[in-house]
């Protein structure tokens, strides 16, 4: 039996993050400059996605540039933007026809205009769509985004309008970039490190946590499929025993 057909369609995570990580890696590994990998990684983006149709996942969010990435060298920045913004202009045609839904998660308004320009033509374009939720992660880090539901929660309470006994999870959930998504059950992390990198952090509380040797550009759909595999080989107890989970 393949990998793909080991799955139990019936339950498969609704929501997967990845961390796209092993780029620069793979590409010093060929000889190469890390850009080379970053290119080589927007096919991995395309079989992570087609998987996800595949297999009937609704939400798929990739970790495409966090806020700590500014801090690369400026070419490396440079080249990451120009190769964004080129996918985006490249792609978003394919992405429509088959019902992708393109968002994002981050403060995008500290992308280029450009960037800007094409994430926004790609929203407006494919916001209609019912099929998978393509979520960019794009100048996000977890750590910038409670600070900023923190913030507009405490606003809400100075100006009068709740009170901090009002304060419970579900606000803190509501004024997330994520508040219309549901938290993962399924996080995968490329390239063999165990981290999570600043991402997700609220969201991923009782997600499953899948680490792979695969370095990004070599990530195939069968890659995907392994991490649900072994998501489907894990008992979800929540804090509950394991008894209470099987009766
Ligand atoms: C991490 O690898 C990867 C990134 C910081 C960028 C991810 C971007 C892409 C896969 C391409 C663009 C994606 C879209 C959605 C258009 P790394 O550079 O940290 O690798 P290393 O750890 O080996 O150095």
């Not at 507009?152 to 994520?178: C, F, H, W």
């Amino acid at each position: 039996m393949n990998i793909l057909e080991q799955i139990n369609l019936n339950e498969t995570p609704q929501h997967i993050a990845i961390i796209m990580d092993g780029n620069g890696r793979w590409a010093q590994k060929q000889g190469q400059d890390r850009l080379f990998g970053h290119n080589i990684g927007v096919e991995s983006v395309r079989e992570a996605l087609k998987g996800a149709q595949e297999i009937g996942v609704k939400y798929l969010t990739l970790y495409a540039f966090s806020t700590e990435n500014w801090n690369r060298p400026r070419a490396e920045v440079e080249g990451l933007m120009d190769l964004l913004i080129r996918t985006i202009a490249k792609e978003v045609d394919e992405l429509n026809e088959s019902n992708v839904v393109i968002s994002t998660i981050g403060e995008t308004s500290g992308l280029p205009d450009s960037a800007q320009k094409e994430l926004q033509d790609a929203y407006d374009r494919t916001k209609d769509n019912t099929g998978v939720n393509l979520i960019l992660a794009l100048n996000y880090s977890s750590k910038w985004e409670i600070l900023e539901a923190v913030k507009k929660i405490a606003a809400n309470v100075k100006d009068g309008n709740m009170s901090v006994d009002d304060i419970g999870y579900e606000t803190i959930d509501l004024n997330l970039n994520t508040k219309d998504i549901p938290d993962p059950e399924l996080l995968i992390r490329t390239s063999g490190e165990h981290r999570v990198s600043n991402f997700l952090l609220w969201q991923i509380a009782y997600a499953e946590l899948h680490f792979t040797e695969v370095l990004w550009p070599d990530f195939k759909r069968e890659d995907l499929y392994k991490a649900v595999l072994d998501y489907q080989s894990r008992e979800r107890r929540f804090g509950m025993t394991s008894a209470q989970i099987t009766k």
